[in-house]
């Protein structure tokens, strides 16, 4: 059974931080590539970033040079640190895992991340 666990998100001021995790069971980590997503209320979900089996990293232009992500294997964890947080990043995070052999793909539950003063 897959699961995809995120982690990390609340509440952060204008120009904050906050580190979000996602920890992955069920699969073999290293054969996925993994990403992040968010959906804000009453829009579609959007990438924000990606990062590979071979850890190249692919990021939406709205979150370049304030987000970075990046993946443990040794504990199936895929991590998005963000800096310098606005409130158009408010949003539900999603984690996402996609196959590489096959394209099967797996979404996390979601984590709530509100930036306000």
């Known amino acids: 059974q897959v699961q995809l666990v995120e982690s990390g998100g609340g509440l952060v001021q204008p120009g904050g931080s906050l580190r979000l995790s996602c920890a992955a069971s069920?699969?073999?980590?290293?054969?996925?590539?993994m990403g992040w997503y968010r959906q804000a209320p009453g829009k579609q979900r959007d990438l924000v970033a990606t990062?590979?089996?071979?850890?190249?990293?692919n990021y939406a232009d709205s979150v370049k040079g304030r987000f970075t992500i990046s993946r443990d294997n040794a504990k199936n964890t895929v991590y998005l640190q963000m800096n310098s947080l606005q409130p158009e990043d408010t949003a539900v995070y999603y984690c996402q895992c996609v196959r590489v052999y096959n394209n099967r793909s797996y979404w996390g539950q979601g984590t709530q991340v509100t930036v306000s003063s």
């Open positions: 990062i590979t089996t071979g850890s190249s990293t």
């Open positions: 069920g699969i073999i980590f290293s054969d996925y590539i």
